[in-house]
């Protein structure tokens, strides 16, 4: 695919190699994508690339803008570009215009629409992969996909920040890890970025066999 800003793409190619190349294998054709917090979208297209229904979520202007410029320059390609903050519950949150690929909900002034991935995906049960870097938030993103982490049971894809940003949301490590664990996932790769982890999560136990399931 055609890709607008070259400089932000091939720079997290160097970040997050192992991560990608994870990702990569899959996001797949006719697999169904969830790009949550998008930034440069580099997740999100080339899932696309590889014949992937993409989701792309992003809150602030300037990266949201390039996401639309990449896709002008891509119009085969089978994506969905949303300036929407995925959060715990529907509303409106603020917003920055500008963006560093750090931005956070509730910095800014502007207002833009918040949006459960489980309503916003109301009647679909096919999503394949989920991936999230939101700057501290992934508590509130997982808590608003319940649903979806139920029956869907997509792989996540996780950048978790340690340096205090989970708890400015009220969080915790801690406490994301278990929420995945209740929904009956497993880790299957971490790796440590100095202030951020990176991890694979997947589902190992199917609902019927969980706690209080049909054959618990």
Not at 33 to 43: E, R, T
Not at 172 to 180: A, T, Y
Not at 185 to 195: A, C, I, L
Request: aromatic fraction near 10%; charge should be negative.
């Amino acid at each position: 695919f055609n890709y607008c800003d070259f400089s932000q793409f091939s720079r997290h190619l160097i970040m997050e190699r192992e991560m990608l190349e994870a990702f990569s294998k899959h996001a797949d054709q006719d697999c169904v994508v969830v790009d949550v917090g998008a930034f440069n979208g580099l997740y999100g297209f080339i899932a696309a690339g590889k014949g992937a229904e993409s989701f792309l979520f992003e809150i602030s202007n300037q990266p949201f803008q390039r996401l639309l410029d990449t896709a002008e320059e891509n119009p085969d390609l089978d994506f969905k570009i949303e300036r929407k903050a995925v959060w715990s519950s529907n509303g409106v949150v603020e917003a920055p215009e500008s963006g560093t690929g750090q931005s956070q909900v509730g910095e800014g002034s502007v207002k833009v629409p918040s949006v459960t991935l489980d309503s916003y995906f109301e009647d679909r049960e096919d999503l394949d992969v989920i991936k999230i870097d939101v700057e501290g938030a992934e508590g509130p993103v997982l808590e608003g996909a319940t649903r979806v982490l139920e029956e869907s049971t997509p792989d996540i894809f996780i950048e978790l920040h340690d340096d205090g940003r989970i708890e400015e949301f009220g969080g915790s490590r801690e406490q994301i890890e278990d929420l995945l664990k209740t929904h009956g996932y497993e880790k299957k790769f971490e790796r440590d970025r100095g202030s951020e982890t990176h991890q694979v999560w997947k589902e190992k136990i199917p609902p019927a066999f969980r706690e209080g399931g049909k054959y618990a």
